[in-house]
Each structure stands twice: as structure tokens, then as C-alpha cells.
Nanobody, 114 residues
Framework: VQLQASGGGLVQPGGSLRLSCAAS????????MAWYRQAPGKQRESVAF???????NYADFVKGRFTISRDNTKNTVYLQMNSLKPEDTAVYYC?????????WGQGTLVTVSS
């Protein structure tokens, strides 16, 4: 299984970005796809996850601003990020969990700065 994340970049405070992560390989029908982030000098933290059946969960610090979605036909998960703040600056990683196995993407850098 491989994950390819994309969509990061530089954006001004208040702006928006959309991250994508495409999974390839042996993907079982029931799985969980998630986004994590790691800011400089901090631990990696969970941002949001979505199950293959559409169940969602968000970290409190992104509720109302970020939306996670997925296209099961493309094995792709998205993260729409609105009202971005400087504290959202981090490397964002996607994660695919199938049963007890977890797979990580390579990360995409999001920088929120004026």
C-alpha cells in the first residue's frame, strides 16, 4: 500500500487549501483514512479521520474550519481547510488504517503566513 499526499503550500491567514491523499495497492473495503499534522518542535497530532462508511471525527482545534471527505472509488481522502491560522502551519500526513495495519503518506507542508 502506498499513499501520495498533495495540495500543501503557502497561504495567508484566513485563506483556504485542499489536501488530497490517494492510496494505491491492496485496499480492503473497510478502512479508516485520516489526517495528522506535525508542527516544528511538536508531536504529531490527529486532525480528522473518516471511515469507509462515512463516519467522521475532528480534533477540537479544527472543528468548523476543516472538512474531511473521501472518494471510495478513487481511494482518496481530502481535507478542505478554511479560515487557516498561523498555528495551522505544519507538515500534514495522511494515514490509512486497515485492521491492525497502518500506512503513512510522505507528508505535505502547509505554511500559513502573511
Amino acid at each position: 500500500v502506498q499513499l501520495q499526499a498533495s495540495g500543501g503550500g503557502l497561504v495567508q491567514p484566513g485563506g483556504s487549501l485542499r489536501l488530497s491523499c490517494a492510496a494505491s495497492g491492496s485496499i480492503f473495503s473497510f478502512n479508516v483514512m485520516a489526517w495528522y499534522r506535525q508542527a516544528p518542535g511538536k508531536q504529531r497530532e490527529s486532525v480528522a479521520f473518516i471511515t469507509s462508511r462515512g463516519g467522521r471525527n475532528y480534533a477540537d482545534f479544527v472543528k468548523g474550519r476543516f472538512t474531511i471527505s473521501r472518494d471510495n472509488t478513487k481511494n482518496t481522502v481530502y481535507l478542505q481547510m478554511n479560515s487557516l491560522k498561523p498555528e495551522d502551519t505544519a507538515v500534514y500526513y495522511c494515514k490509512l488504517t486497515i485492521g491492525s495495519r497502518a500506512y503513512w503518506g510522505q507528508g505535505t507542508l502547509v505554511t500559513v503566513s502573511s
